[in-house]
DNA sequence: CTGTCTCTATACTGAACGGTACAGAAAGCT
DNA sequence: AGCTTTCTGTACCGTTCAGTATAGAGACAG
């Protein structure tokens, strides 16, 4: 669509906001209030500019929100991919369990932006749930093969199923952005997933 | 506030339709839609009466979502008071994941009212949070002492945690959930389940 | 300077929101 | 028959929703 537009050639009147800037606010909103929860008054105020220059800036709400997805997983769910290079299942495990934890309880909002969105989109914007239904999917198959992966290394015992194994991984990610969104304090949270290491597979 | 009321003595104009059939047909829409989502027109319509008819039978929207709550709870929770009853604490777990596995994919919307409620609500309606979170603190505190109590009759290892494992099988719940409401289907999250019961800690 | 381009700000659109006033309809009581 | 009580249906309240038309402000090219 666009050229390259190397380096803009700046014609016109010059954006008087930082797009970086207002897209992360609008991150923030959007992660304490879901999709449908934020509105645009609640939306331009934090981002500190007007409806038409958002709409001129990001389109409209919908990819607004998708290019603030991109932003939150780039930023805040950086340690998936940290885990899945670690060497054995139980630190790919561990990785992402205190990764999740420290993200979803860390500064910013409590709870995962995807569960919070995806749990909270009505029918209306389903568009947006299938987004976030796909990107979770490939998630989920990287893990998968991570541990059949590990399952071939001899690190996970050969009764293990990976796609079970990477099912329940996912539902303690799930429930631990659940319960930190009521509200749950970290240590407690902690203990969910001392306990959840203590049942993992040992080879 | 209302006397035992004993028989109505069904002065006036008697009502034209069943108290108890409409609030069902609310639950159901408060349970596809959670609580914002569901707006008076999805409600009247499917309960089939008018806006004033629903003001005067159940109050107002929130006095009505609490009341579709406690239905709920009574409908399609029992299988908890079921699951605390049993022998061990292996089968208190399983009764837990099945019966919370066939509510979130049987008949009616996909997932769990109290998740999609609680995740789902704005600030606004905090205080419909709050009864989620004060319920679901009630219902975890009856699991510990469950599992106290289990590791006492050495069906539980001494070293578990039971709050910890508590959280694990909240989070399981929890994460069916969430699951189940992104359209998973029922075997693979029964795949979840047996593999959460292999981790299980065995005495 | 004049044009042209792109931004900003005000003010608005039609629709939907939760909630209610009011008038009429249907029952029991006397 | 009235009279009272309670329900029903219509039509509305003020507010908020996502999105936009329009006018003006500010930067460049010529």
Redesign the pocket.
């Known amino acids: 669509m666009n050229k390259p537009e190397a380096i803009a050639p ?8 930082c797009v970086d800037h207002a897209l992360a606010q609008a991150l923030r909103v959007f992660w304490e209030k879901g999709y ?1 929860g ?6 331009t105020e934090a981002m500190g ?9 990001f389109g ?3 990819s607004l929100f998708r290019k603030a997805l991109d932003l939150y997983e780039h930023e805040k769910m950086s340690y998936i991919a940290d885990a899945l290079d670690k060497p054995t299942a139980r630190e790919v495990a561990e990785t992402m369990l205190r990764g999740a934890l420290a993200n979803v309880t860390g500064e910013g909002p409590h709870g995962c932006l995807r569960v919070i969105a995806s749990v909270a989109c009505g029918e209306e914007a389903s568009s947006i749930r299938c987004e976030i239904m796909e990107r979770t999917k490939a998630g989920k198959e990287n893990l998968v093969a991570r541990f059949e992966r590990a399952k071939t290394e001899g690190d996970l015992p050969a009764h293990v199923d990976p796609e079970g194994l990477t099912r329940v991984l996912i539902a303690y990610l799930q429930g631990i952005s659940v319960q930190a969104n009521m509200g749950e304090p970290t240590e407690e949270l902690e203990k969910l997933i001392d306990t959840a290491l203590t049942l993992w597979p040992s080879a």
């Open positions: 700046a014609r016109g009147r010059p954006r008087e906001f449908e934020a509105s645009l008054t609640d939306l500019i007007t409806r038409p220059s958002l709409y001129a800036a409209n709400k919908e």
